[in-house]
């Protein structure tokens, strides 16, 4: 069966600080995966998503990058860290018509 | 692109009421989701359900595509039933599997 993890579950950060969340999918080949944020407000936003190795798009301008140096692989990062990327992170990947979930990540920025 | 919206934005039953959570979508779409969000903020999936009625347990889903709207029934509902629920819809022509998500509804269920 197809399990998705992300890593680490918490963090708190300094303004200015670099970020690296890291999201690996088990149990199948080439899905499609995503990114996405949670802020107080509760709405999911798209961050960003990919349809294979080295292929990412971005659905927001933002202080945030991501990558997919490997199949099952998705990273999302930032050189510096503002206090408005506080918020949960979750990842996620797609397999025909359904969408799963992980566990997400809380991220606070001092 | 695409508008969800989500009604009752929050809601609050005694442990065991029934209840009915409403999601409108402005434009036709390919697939529609619901998923509950839990206190420690894991998404699960409830109903894929883009037409149609679909049951799971306590849970009954219901879309009418044709008048752009869904609706996610609750019944003999139970403390563990508590957290956030939210819509999501695919738009058609969609490259990928695209979600927009509607704001969700906060279901508190006091024993």
């Known amino acids: 069966s197809q399990t998705i993890h992300q890593w680490p579950a918490t963090l708190v950060q300094p303004v200015g600080s670099p970020l690296s969340l890291e999201c690996t999918v088990e149990g199948t080949s080439n899905p499609n995966l995503y990114w996405y944020r949670q802020a107080a407000g509760r709405g999911l936003q798209l961050l960003f998503y990919s349809v294979g190795i080295g292929q990412i798009s971005s659905e927001v301008p933002q202080n945030l990058s991501a990558s997919r140096p490997q199949d099952r692989q998705f990273i999302l990062s930032s050189k510096k860290l503002l206090l408005s990327d506080s918020g949960f992170y979750l990842c996620?990947?797609?397999?025909?018509?359904?969408?799963?979930f992980g566990e997400g990540s809380w991220l606070t920025v001092v | 692109g695409i508008q969800v919206e989500q009604s009752p934005p929050d809601l609050i039953l005694q442990e065991g009421a029934n209840s009915t959570l409403r999601c409108n979508f402005s434009?036709?779409?390919?697939?529609l989701q619901w998923f509950h969000q839990n206190p420690w903020g894991q998404l699960i999936n409830l109903f894929y359900?883009?037409?149609g009625t679909k049951q799971n347990g306590r849970l009954s889903a219901t879309t009418v595509a044709t008048e752009r709207y869904s609706l996610l029934y609750i019944s003999s509902s139970q403390t563990t039933d508590s957290g956030v629920y939210f819509c999501?819809?695919?738009?058609?022509?969609?490259?990928?599997?695209?979600?927009?998500f509607g704001k969700g509804t906060l279901l508190t269920v006091n024993p």
């Open positions: 359900i883009p037409s």
């Open positions: 996620a990947w797609s397999a025909k018509n359904t969408i799963y």
């Open positions: 999501a819809v695919e738009e058609i022509g969609g490259s990928y599997y695209k979600l927009t």
């Open positions: 434009d036709s779409v390919n697939n």
